[in-house]
Nanobody, 125 residues
């Protein structure tokens, strides 16, 4: 059974930084990548970033390019989104997702099989 556990969220002032993590226990060796999404109250789930489990490919939404950086530790099955220059608009519940369909887009939340329960990021002005 795959279990995803997010951590690292919290309260930070605008311009500050946070480092999130998601540990994917029981991840299948065939898993392609891990996706990250965020959701604000009253809005849909928004793609943030994704990282491949092999190679060096990363993907970022335009809203976070240049500010967020994805990294991973395969031995720990853990992905670390480093979030810098945070803005109040980044305030959201952040989710990690695993086991994307091989023939689907990494930015589509519907193609992921497993989801964490989310970690709250709050950025004050």
């Amino acid at each position: 059974q795959v279990q995803l556990v997010e951590s690292g969220g919290g309260l930070v002032q605008a311009g500050g930084s946070l480092r999130l993590s998601c540990a994917a226990s029981g991840r299948a060796s065939s898993s392609i990548d891990m996706g990250w999404f965020r959701q604000a109250p009253g809005k849909g789930r928004e793609f943030v970033a994704a990282i491949r489990w092999s190679g060096s490919s990363t993907y970022y939404a335009d809203s976070v390019k240049g500010r967020f950086t994805m990294s991973r530790d395969n031995a720990k099955n853990t992905v670390y989104p480093q979030m810098n220059s945070l803005k109040p608009g980044d305030t959201c519940l952040y989710y990690c997702a695993e086991d994307r369909r091989y023939d689907a887009s990494y930015c589509d939340p519907l193609v992921y099989k497993y989801w964490g329960q989310g970690t709250q990021v709050t950025v004050s002005s």
